[in-house]
């Protein structure tokens, strides 16, 4: 009896721990004022030595697609979406990204000088300036945090379709020989599926 009792609660507790660690994963997008800035790895300053080793704070290698952020604010592991549907993943962090330093000195507005800093990778300076040149300081970013799991509202189902047999002169016969006057006939062209 003690070993049900113990089973039972061992199930229960793993059970409210896996039911808070799926509402925790679940957190919702979220879009960001951000004041995006660029480094990269070589081709002169604007880079230390963690950068030019393509080191970064969660240990990955930096490559191209991967941001610096303030992880108090985006955890790592975060997908980044900008306006040109341009995806980026949040992997490194920095004093002047935690800071905040470029949104508050090249904000005009209360909004921007509050905005969130990312900081985009590239791997040479030549590739950062000439985005930074074509691309606004400020942009909204969407957010999608990791391990998230968009909950669709609507189910599709898909229509029933009759179960067919393609013959060599590619006419389509159906497995049930007695069709209903009121059925539609099946064309060689609509035919996906060969059983």
Not at 111 to 125: G, P
Request: hydrophobic letters at 40%; glycine letters at 6%; charged letters at 20%.
């Amino acid at each position: 009896m003690k070993r049900l009792l113990t089973m039972s609660g061992l199930v229960l507790l793993f059970a409210s721990t896996a039911s808070a660690r799926e509402k925790a994963s679940v957190a919702p997008e979220q879009i960001f004022l951000t004041r995006v800035t660029v480094y990269w790895a070589s081709g002169g300053g604007g880079s230390d030595r963690y950068t030019r080793q393509h080191k970064c704070a969660t240990g990955m290698r930096l490559r191209a697609g991967h941001c610096a952020v303030d992880p108090r604010k985006i955890p790592y592991g975060s997908q980044l979406v900008f306006p040109d549907r341009t995806v980026l993943l949040a992997v490194d962090t920095g004093t002047a990204v935690r800071n905040r330093k470029a949104a508050r000195k090249a904000g005009r507005t209360v909004n921007e000088r509050s905005a969130i800093v990312v900081d985009r990778f590239f791997e040479t300076k030549r590739q950062a300036l000439g985005w930074a040149q074509r691309n606004p300081a400020f942009m909204a970013v969407r957010v999608v945090p990791p391990n998230y799991r968009a909950q669709s509202t609507t189910r599709v189902t898909q229509p029933a379709v009759p179960q067919t047999k393609l013959l060599a002169s590619n006419a389509l016969v159906a497995n049930n020989s007695r069709q209903s006057p009121n059925r539609a006939a099946v064309h060689p062209i609509s035919a996906t599926r060969m059983q």
